[in-house]
């Protein structure tokens, strides 16, 4: 559905100069400063997925999403979308395209949501027959009749979002692309946000992009995601191929009966590993010890027989790294050959 080979986008701006003398000499002068936004992507996106497109703030992905809805031109290569290159096929793209951004919106702020609905029908050339069809299935959906006639500048932030959502699928597009859909909304309104876009990716098999920061919305919705960081693209893959390649560190954490004997207890000795491979502490308050080490090097079950030979343990708890933890990690240091 989705073919982006080797693009990138420069942006060119005149160079600027420091005080007033540098104001003057920037009239004057011809120097530009190239800024490369987008740094030679390639990926294909097949229909009916659901990507996570993602990335610290400034590293690109507004900027590719322009590319591939058509708003702005590769400086170089070459991006199809249903066999269109969106920049010198506007209209036709538009046609196959459904965009939602969180920040904004794209219907009329004083007209009733239902008259935003009718001048879309007419701009996308949708059929009585066809809008009769889906104004059924995203009222079930996306609950529109509640506020169906008010004035979109009356609406809270979760109606306008599941309007908005409405309002780009009402032309049945083949592709959805979504800029931070659950932005600012409260936990119910997010999940049932969520689900909407599940059911529509379902039954009509509409291809999905999402750039969000919110991890929620990548582990509810996605099983591939693409990191980008200064205009490259660093990781592409499934969500588990990331948790296992980069969610390395796992916490085992014990309540202990005799907490007294934990003092004698050197599990890295034991384990036959280095104290920076498995931390160890304990929490004298609520007799809990906590071992976080490397799952590569050291297994779940010689961190519990080292303890339980030694003291008697009440409960156990097993935790993974959280995907937030791994994408920040990502964001701060870049992925590891």
Known sequence: MIKVDHISKDFISPKKYPGLRGAVKGL??????????VDDISFTIDTGEIVGYIGSNGAGKSTTIKMMTGILTPTRGECLVAGI??????????????????????????????????????????????????????????????????????????QRMRADLGAALLHNPKVLYLDEPTI????????????????????????VILTTHDIGDIEELCSRIIIID???????????DLKD????????SMEIKQPEKIKKLSLTEILGVKKEECDVEFDKEKNM????????????????????????????????????????????????A
Request: aromatic share 8%; charged share 30%.
């Open 289 to 336: 010890l906590c071992v976080t080490f490397d799952k590569h090097k050291i297994q779940v079950p010689q961190v519990l027989t080292a303890v339980m030979d030694a003291v008697e343990v009440k409960d156990v708890q097993i935790q993974e790294t959280e995907l937030a933890e791994i994408v920040k990690e990502i964001y701060n240091h870049g992925v590891t």
């Open 184 to 207: 600012g909304l409260d936990l119910v309104v997010k999940d049932n946000i969520r689900k909407a876009i599940r059911e529509i990716n379902e039954k009509y098999q509409t291809t």
């Open 245 to 252: 390649k980069y969610g390395t560190k796992r916490k085992v």
């Open 28 to 37: 004057f002068s011809s120097e530009k400063v190239v800024k490369t936004a």
């Open 85 to 158: 290159d969106p920049s010198r096929h506007r209209k036709e793209n538009a046609q196959n395209i459904g965009v939602v951004f969180g920040q904004r919106t794209q219907l009329w702020w004083d007209l009733p949501l239902s008259e935003s609905f009718t001048i879309l029908k007419e701009i996308y050339n949708v059929s009585d027959e066809n809008y009769a069809e889906r104004m059924e299935f995203l009222n079930r959906v996306l609950e529109l009749p509640d506020f169906f006639d008010r004035p979109v500048r009356t609406l809270s932030l979760g």
């Open 230 to 240: 200064e205009g490259k693209k660093i990781y592409d893959g499934s969500l588990n």
